[in-house]
């Protein structure tokens, strides 16, 4: 099975940027479609965005949609999220998490792996 750690977090100011990582080991990142989900303090999971394994396709929740951009490069085992125009909302714990499955799936139930999250924080 894969494991995956997150790194990239912060703390930033509204409107201002991070660009998260997740980097794969033990199998190639290439073989698995990946997700960030993010959960705010006192909140469910929730999903934030994912890539197919090849990259060919991406999804994103609407609320960071037009703001962050999920990418991988499978030959550094790497899939980032660059996150733009950051708010205060967005506050919460990033978790990456890893799929066999093929497609830009948004469920959590779907991924078997998932890192240990990184932390953003986004002050007013």
């Known amino acids: 099975q894969v494991q995956l750690v997150e790194s990239g977090g912060g703390s930033v100011q509204a409107g201002g940027s991070l660009r998260l990582s997740c980097v794969a080991s033990g199998r190639a990142i290439s073989s698995y479609s990946v997700a960030w989900f993010r959960q705010a303090p006192g909140k469910e999971r929730v999903f934030v965005a994912t890539?197919?394994?090849?990259?060919?396709?991406?999804y994103y929740a609407d609320s960071v949609k037009g703001r962050f951009t999920i990418s991988r490069d499978n030959a550094k085992n790497t899939v980032y999220l660059q996150m733009d125009s950051l708010q205060p909302e967005d506050t919460a714990v990033y978790y990456c998490?890893?799929?066999?499955?093929?497609?830009?799936?948004?469920?959590?139930?779907?991924?078997?792996?998932w890192g240990q999250g990184t932390q953003v924080a986004v002050s007013s």
């Open positions: 890539i197919s394994r090849s990259g060919g396709r991406t």
């Open positions: 998490a890893a799929t066999v499955v093929d497609g830009a799936l948004v469920y959590a139930t779907v991924y078997g792996s």
